[in-house]
């Protein structure tokens, strides 16, 4: 039997008891939707005047309206989240104690703070002080603060796994702090970081829902509004079931394009030279090429 420090391989008891407790776990599950799906059936939520609105180009047109926004608010997010962790990151590894100590407090402060508190201080405690802002920035300068942050100590934790050889053989070979840290520790640490930097962005992705609380008009927003349409008896479960179904679809999209791009990075043939270099300076105690 294969055995690990970390793990045993499982015998034949316990793969047996494995997929009894396997198939035991999937028919509570299922029981358990069986019944909210049943609640929602008596009560007359799957009644065909409630779902009437997928019928109206007007409600549609809302719910794309909303899906535009969510995606233009996470599209801006996300991309100026990823250079503000990386700055954070190079804050937080630099040599220097009062920049690391900097740098720590901007961390450490906007992981600490709530993102719907960050948001409502940005739309509605800054107005109190002459400064407005409009929902749309407000979401998405409290999804920079938060996941900038949180970013920040992805990258820092990925270059800290690195072996600390390869660094050590880029400064024999003459090259400066910086240097070392943008072309050969921080594309590394994207790389083995990635599916946590993906899950991260699918928590973006979501929290950009909070927006509806300060009135940013994006796609739960819509679905509220939607289900509180009298025309068609308050369908809310009707209008979060669609809502819950394209936010599904859009972290779906999201995975599937991580591990595409996770799947092209590692097949590259750069990404295959580099770590054929990096085994081959492993051996020899060579600094690597």
């Not at 702090?177 to 899950?199: D, E, G, N, R, S």
């Not at 990404?271 to 054929?276: D, G, L, S």
């Amino acid at each position: 039997m294969a055995a690990s420090v970390l793990f045993d391989a499982p015998g034949p008891k316990a793969k047996v008891r494995n997929a009894i407790l396997a198939v035991v776990t999937i028919v509570v599950v299922l029981g358990i939707l069986a019944f909210i799906a049943l609640q929602f059936a008596n009560s007359g939520q799957f009644e065909a005047r409630k779902w009437e609105f997928l019928n109206y180009p007007r409600i549609l047109n809302l719910l794309w309206t909303g899906l535009g926004h969510t995606l233009m608010a996470f599209a801006v997010a996300a991309v100026v989240a990823l250079v503000v962790g990386f700055l954070l990151a190079v804050g937080r590894l630099s040599d220097h104690a009062w920049v690391r100590w900097i740098f720590t407090v901007i961390v450490e402060l906007f992981r600490a703070v709530p993102l719907l508190i960050l948001m409502m201080l940005l739309y509605y405690g800054l107005p109190t002080v002459g400064v407005k802002m409009s929902p749309f920035m407000a979401v998405v300068i409290g999804l920079i603060a938060y996941n900038g942050s949180v970013l920040a100590e992805v990258f820092r934790a990925g270059v800290q796994s690195l072996p600390k050889g390869q660094s050590e053989a880029a400064y024999a070979i003459g090259l400066r702090k910086t240097q070392v840290m943008v072309t050969i520790l921080l594309p590394q640490a994207i790389k083995a970081m990635l599916p946590v930097i993906i899950a991260q962005l699918v928590v973006a992705l979501k929290d950009t829902a909070l927006g509806f609380i300060i009135t940013y008009d994006e796609l739960l927003y819509a679905v509220k509004l939607l289900g509180n349409q009298t025309r068609f008896d308050f369908p809310l479960i009707p209008a979060a079931i669609v809502g819950a179904v394209i936010y599904i679809g859009m972290c779906l999209l999201l995975s599937g394009v991580a591990k595409f791009a996770e799947h092209r990075i590692n097949r590259s043939p750069k990404t295959v030279k580099a770590r054929e270099a990096m085994k081959d300076a492993a051996e020899t105690g060579l600094p690597t090429p």
